[in-house]
RNA sequence: GGCGCCGUGGCCGAGAGGUUAGGCAGAGGCCUGCAAAGCCUCGUACACCAGUUCGAAUCUGGUCGGCGCCUCCA
C-alpha cells in the first residue's frame, strides 16, 4: 500500500502486512461543536484503520484532543476547564454519529502534562530549548532541518513564529523560536508546576508528547487538516526529533472543506456543524460525500453535492430491498487495487457501483461494510400494521379494486413507508 | 511576495500518450392497472497558448484562473 506523504511530496511504500502500522491524527481544539470540515481527518483516519485492518495490518491509531490552548481560555474566562471538559463529550457525541467506531487511544493535553513536562526538560537538557522569564522556547536554530516539511527551509520571514502577546517576542532569541512552555498569566483558571514555575503547556507539544507515550519513539503515519502543515507539525517534528525521537515516518494532510468558495473555518464564522449536517442528510450521505472525493484535494460543501450523495445512497438501499442471493466470493482483490493506491475511494465508490450493477452482493456488502455504510444493505422491516395494510392492497388489487389499492397506498405513505409492487408480491421501505 | 495544491461534459468526480470510467441530474423508451424500483438508449468533456510526438486531456514550457499555508484553524 502506498499513500503520498507531505514531507518527500512522493509515495510511500508502508511496509507489508501486519506491520505494525501505528498512526497519529490530529484531533481538534474543544471549545464548541466541531464542524463538518473537522470531521474530514477523522473520517479519514477511521477508513484507513478499518481498511488496514481488514488487510492484516495490526494497527493503532491514536487521535488527541486539545483541551488546553488559548482559544478555551478565551471563549471561557474563569471556567475554560470546564468548556473543554463539556466540548471533549460533544465531540465524542458528535463523531460516533458516524459510526465508524473510535480510534485505540484519544488522549488529552491535561491528562499528559507529566510527560509534556519530561519532553521539555529533555529538549532544555539537550540545548534545543531554553527558559526565558517563566516561558520555554525551542530553540529553532539549533534545529537546521527545521521548515522542511512545509518547503520553507532556510525562508526566515516566512518561518516566524510570532507570540501571542507582541512583547513576550522580546523574551525568544530568535523570531523563529516558538513556545513550549507558557508562564501562568492574570485570568488563565488551569495552571501547572514546572520546573520553570507555574504554567500550562504550549501549542505543538502535547502532540509529540501524546505520539511518543501512544505510539513510541517512531510510528508510521501522521496526519491532519492541511492548514496544520505550519507552524503546527513543522514544530512538533523539530521538538520530537530534536529531543531525540526518529517520529512519523510519513505524513498525510487531507484538503480542506470550503463553504462557498472558501474554506471553512471557525475564524470565518462559515460553518456548519456536523451534528446539524448528520440530521439534514443522514450519516450515509455525508460518508459518500466525503468518499467521492480525493483525501488531499479540497472539497465544496453545498446542497447540490449533498443531494448527489444522497441519491447515491438512495441507489444502493434499492438494491438491497427484497432482495436474495447465492453466496458469492468477495472480490477482495479489487477494491486492494484502488485503496492500495494512495487511498482512492473515489475509485472505490465507483467500483461499489460496478458490483451493484453486476448483482455481487456479498462484494458489495462488505465493502460498505468497510466504509461504515453496512446500514445500506440492512434490510427494514415495516411495523404489523402497514403489513396488514399493504396485505389488504394486495387483495384489493388482486380484485381489481384499484381506486381501494390507491387509497390504502396513499394511506401507507401518510406513515412514512412506500408501497412497491413486485413479482410476487410487495416490498414495504421507508420513504 | 514566498511555499504548496489544483483546473475534466449541467453537477460531483476517476483515469491517463492512441481503445465508452462511474455516479447524480436531464431526455426518450421497456416493464407496470397506476406508481416506485430496475433495465435500455442519448451528451462525445478534459482552462488557454505554444512545443515534443505519427498521435496529447494525459509529456514540456508559458499564460490565465481557483484554493490553502505563511497569524488561531482539520
Known amino acids: 500500500m502506498r499513500l503520498f506523504d507531505t514531507y518527500t511530496r512522493s509515495l510511500f511504500e508502508l511496509p507489508p502486512p501486519p506491520g505494525p502500522i501505528r498512526m497519529y491524527f490530529c484531533g481538534p481544539t474543544v471549545y464548541q461543536r466541531i464542524h463538518i470540515g473537522n470531521a474530514r481527518p477523522f473520517v479519514l483516519s477511521m477508513w484507513l484503520k478499518r481498511w488496514l485492518e481488514q488487510s492484516g495490518y495490526d494497527v493503532r491509531l491514536a487521535e488527541n484532543i486539545t483541551d488546553i490552548n488559548d482559544k478555551i481560555y478565551l471563549a471561557a474566562p474563569g471556567r475554560s476547564a470546564e468548556l473543554a471538559a463539556e466540548a471533549s463529550r460533544w465531540y465524542v457525541e458528535d463523531t460516533d454519529l458516524l459510526g465508524l467506531g473510535r480510534p485505540d487511544h484519544e488522549p488529552k493535553a491535561t491528562e499528559t502534562v507529566p510527560e509534556i513536562v519530561d519532553l521539555i526538560a529533555r529538549l532544555v537538557d539537550r540545548g534545543l530549548a531554553y527558559p526565558a522569564g517563566g516561558d520555554v522556547y525551542f530553540r529553532v536554530v539549533r534545529f537546521p532541518e527545521y521548515g522542511r516539511l512545509s518547503g520553507r ?4 520571514e516566512a518561518l516566524h513564529n510570532p507570540s501571542e502577546e507582541a512583547e513576550r517576542d522580546e523574551l525568544k532569541e530568535d523570531p523563529r523560536d516558538f513556545a513550549l512552555w507558557k508562564a501562568h498569566k492574570e485570568g488563565e483558571d488551569t495552571v501547572w508546576e514546572s520546573p520553570w514555575g507555574p504554567g500550562r503547556p504550549g501549542w505543538h ?3 509529540s508528547a501524546m505520539a511518543e507515550k501512544f505510539l513510541g519513539p517512531v510510528f508510521e503515519i501522521h496526519g491532519g487538516g492541511n492548514d496544520l502543515i505550519f507552524p503546527h ?4 517534528l523539530a521538538q520530537s526529533r530534536g529531543a531525540g525521537s526518529e517520529f512519523a ?8 472543506l470550503q463553504l462557498t468558495g472558501e474554506k471553512m473555518s471557525k475564524s470565518l464564522g462559515n460553518i456548519v456543524p456536523l451534528r446539524d449536517a448528520i440530521q439534514e442528510w443522514g450519516r450515509e450521505a455525508i ?13 465544496e460543501f453545498s446542497d ?12 444502493f438501499r434499492n438494491y438491497f430491498v427484497g432482495l436474495e442471493h447465492e453466496p458469492q466470493e468477495i472480490e477482495r482483490d479489487a477494491l486492494a487495487r484502488v485503496l492500495d493506491d494512495d487511498f482512492n475511494t473515489a475509485e472505490a465508490l465507483r467500483l461499489f457501483h460496478d458490483w451493484r450493477a453486476r448483482g455481487r452482493t456479498d462484494s458489495l456488502r462488505w465493502g460498505l461494510e468497510v466504509f461504515g455504510l453496512g446500514d445500506l444493505a440492512e434490510a427494514v422491516s415495516a411495523p404489523a400494521a402497514l403489513v396488514a395494510l399493504a396485505e389488504k392492497r394486495k387483495e384489493a388489487r388482486a380484485s381489481r379494486d384499484f381506486d381501494e389499492a ?6 401507507i405513505e401518510d406513515q412514512g413507508w412506500e408501497v412497491r409492487d413486485v413479482a410476487d408480491g410487495f416490498e414495504l421501505v421507508p420513504k
Not at 153 to 156: K, L
Not at 249 to 256: K, S, V, Y
Not at 304 to 315: P, R
Not at 406 to 411: G, T, V
Request: proline residues 2%; charged residues 30%.
Open 249 to 256: 515516518r510519513m505524513w498525510m494532510h487531507n484538503g480542506m
Open 205 to 207: 507539544i502535547e502532540c
Open 304 to 315: 447540490e453535492v449533498l443531494e448527489q450523495a444522497s441519491a447515491q445512497a438512495e441507489t
Open 406 to 411: 390507491d387509497r390504502l397506498r396513499s394511506e
Open 287 to 299: 460518508l459518500l460525500f466525503f468518499m467521492n472525493s480525493y483525501w488531499r484535494k479540497p472539497i
Open 153 to 156: 527551509e532556510g525562508d526566515h
Open 233 to 236: 507539525h513543522e514544530n512538533e
